[in-house]
């Protein structure tokens, strides 16, 4: 069993404290250890509130032991389904039902409070199928379409630190990828520069970065009565955005259309500075093989998929909070000058992690105080 987390990367969890969500502050004392992994109970010296160090986790009420925990994340994570993973680990499917729930949950929350203040010099953009339940060819009119049918996954990755930004779940709609696109603007650094945009040939692209990275003037009025009419949008002098349409004959990929939308001046200057031959999607293509390995629920040809949106959408956030922090990535290792290869997360090179963690620690982690 791993040590447990030291006592000032904790905090309190009371809302109407002064000190909620501050970690290192000395209010926390330890008030009682209970259960086969020594789970603390706190209290706060400035509220007198007692609670688990583990409320906002994925942990908390949880009756098994995190060990066991850790590996039903990680058989789920191996492709294996609920059922399989069941009876590996041998507890009772409910169990990984709901542990998978709750991961899923607050892997999200850990995603939006960790993935932020970035500043990547390129994005890729793209969407990765699935369905729940039943492909959408057999969906019947008495179906619950939004339970029922494709699923889509929108996608945004950094193509030099491997970062996957964004993943937003739902329909392959202009709705959908306008969301993803605003997501993934979001979480830029204030002072950092709009980074190229490469995608594929979906026409909601240019609309939806229009919207998340255009320059916004106020419209003329002919008068004062009325709504006033939207903002004008412009296109900023230094976003650059390119499409990668690739056109299929036989079910096989006969030629590949580079298309620049914005910038197109400014296109092979930024190509040349990547170090690429073309624009091209190849990162975020790469993820997409990368999760349909991992995610039994999104393989093309597969017996575990999805029955419930929610148990799907939970699977996804989990994936992504161990891509990004837990799996290291063969492209990202670098080796010292005496020749020792260090490796690297995701998050890692972005410098949003100084290691790599465990399943534990993730497990262990709270999305509270960040």
């Not at 447990?4 to 309190?12: G, K, N, T, V, Y």
């Not at 008030?31 to 986790?57: A, N, V």
């Not at 979906?202 to 709504?227: C, T």
């Not at 990535?329 to 490796?343: A, F």
Request: hydrophobic share 35%; with cysteine.
């Amino acid at each position: 069993m791993e040590k447990r987390p030291d006592i000032e990367s904790l905090c309190c969890v009371n809302e109407e404290c002064k000190e909620f969500g501050q970690r290192g502050k000395g209010n926390l004392k330890v008030r009682k250890s209970y259960g086969q992994d020594g789970i603390r109970y706190l209290r706060c010296r400035s509220c007198r509130k007692e609670f688990s160090e583990r409320r906002g986790s994925a942990l908390f009420n949880l009756k098994i032991a995190e060990s066991k925990a850790a590996s039903i994340i990680e058989h789920l994570d191996s492709r294996c389904g609920v059922v399989a993973t069941a009876k590996l680990v041998k507890v009772a499917k409910d169990t990984v039902s709901r542990l998978n729930r709750e991961t899923g949950k607050v892997s999200k929350q850990l995603h939006n409070v960790k993935v932020v203040d970035v500043k990547p010099r390129v994005l890729q953009f793209d969407e990765k199928w699935s369905f729940t339940s039943k492909k959408q060819k057999n969906v019947t009119p008495l179906d619950d379409i939004s339970e029922v049918g494709d699923h889509w996954d929108v996608n945004c990755i950094d193509p030099e630190s491997k970062l996957l930004l964004t993943l937003v779940p739902g329909p392959r709609t202009s709705a959908t990828i306008e969301q993803a696109v605003l997501d993934a603007a979001g979480r830029l650094a204030k002072d950092a520069v709009i980074p190229a945009i490469i995608t594929d040939g979906e026409s909601a692209y240019p609309e939806a970065i229009l919207q998340a990275f255009g320059n916004k003037y106020p419209a003329p009025r002919s008068s004062n009565l009325g709504r006033p009419p939207a903002p004008i949008l412009r296109v900023p002098h230094d976003l650059v955005y390119a499409q990668v349409i690739k056109h299929r004959s036989a079910g096989r990929v006969d030629n590949v259309e580079i298309r620049p939308i914005f910038g197109k001046g400014k296109l092979d200057f930024i190509v040349e500075m990547l170090g690429w031959q073309k624009p091209n999607t190849s990162a975020i293509e790469r993820f997409n093989l990368t999760d349909r390995a991992r995610n039994a629920r999104k393989a093309r040809k597969s017996l575990t998929w999805s029955k419930k949106v929610r148990e799907h959408d939970a699977m996804s956030f989990t994936s992504l909070l161990l891509y990004n922090f837990h799996h290291y990535h063969s492209s990202l290792s670098l080796r010292t000058e005496d020749g020792q290869l260090i490796k690297r997360t995701p998050a890692m090179a972005a410098g949003l992690a100084n290691k790599q963690f465990s399943l534990i620690e993730l497990l262990r982690l709270s999305p509270i105080g960040y």
